[in-house]
């Protein structure tokens, strides 16, 4: 039940452009769904239940509705839910994060591993928005760059060549059918 304005600003957040979202602003959707939800002990005023909806050709075939308990449950609604119904056997993306420094040749190498397989990540640079602190902090190291994928630290640009040769064909393909699979 939010606006355009919030729901572009969500989407910008997310970098989901490749799902296209609607807002219900006046909750007239909700309302008929029988989704509508007070939220006043949140602060939120009335609110759409939290739910995850697969949609083909108009007709609803899967709903995730969250349980009805005080709060705001996000147990079922996610989207990781949703892909294990829609495909069990499908592959999570990775999630990867690379803590670089401007100028570093390994860093560089780093990131172009990742491109060369179509691996989207997110880059943190020393001084533009961390310190070499909270690098020491979370990967206990003072050296760039700093992999990390799916909550392990990777290491360095060679630790993360052996990693990828380790865990992905020559394809980009996962040659461990067990790791970071939807179900």
Not at 14 to 30: K, S, V
Not at 141 to 166: M, R
Request: charge should be negative.
């Amino acid at each position: 039940m939010n606006d355009a304005f919030v729901i572009n600003k969500w989407k910008e957040d997310q970098g989901a452009d490749q799902i296209t979202f609607l807002p219900d602003g006046n909750g007239d959707f909700t309302r008929q769904m029988g989704m509508q939800a007070n939220k006043q002990d949140l602060g939120f005023g009335q609110r759409s239940w939290r739910y995850s909806m697969l949609v083909r050709d108009k007709t609803i075939e899967k709903m995730f509705i969250e349980p009805d308990k005080p709060g705001d449950p996000f147990e079922v609604s996610d989207a990781v839910t949703m892909l294990k119904f829609i495909n069990p056997d499908a592959d999570l993306p990775f999630d990867v994060a690379l803590f670089t420094r401007s100028g570093c040749p390994h860093c560089a190498q780093a990131k172009a591993l990742l491109q060369d397989r179509d691996i989207d990540y997110e880059e943190f640079v020393l001084n533009a928005g961390y310190s070499g602190r909270a690098l020491r902090a979370i990967a206990g190291v003072e050296s760039y760059p700093q992999v990390f994928i799916s909550g392990a630290h990777i290491g360095g640009a060679d630790d993360l060549e052996v990693w990828l040769s380790k865990h992905l064909d020559k394809t980009g393909g996962e040659s461990d059918p067990t790791h970071n699979k939807a179900a």
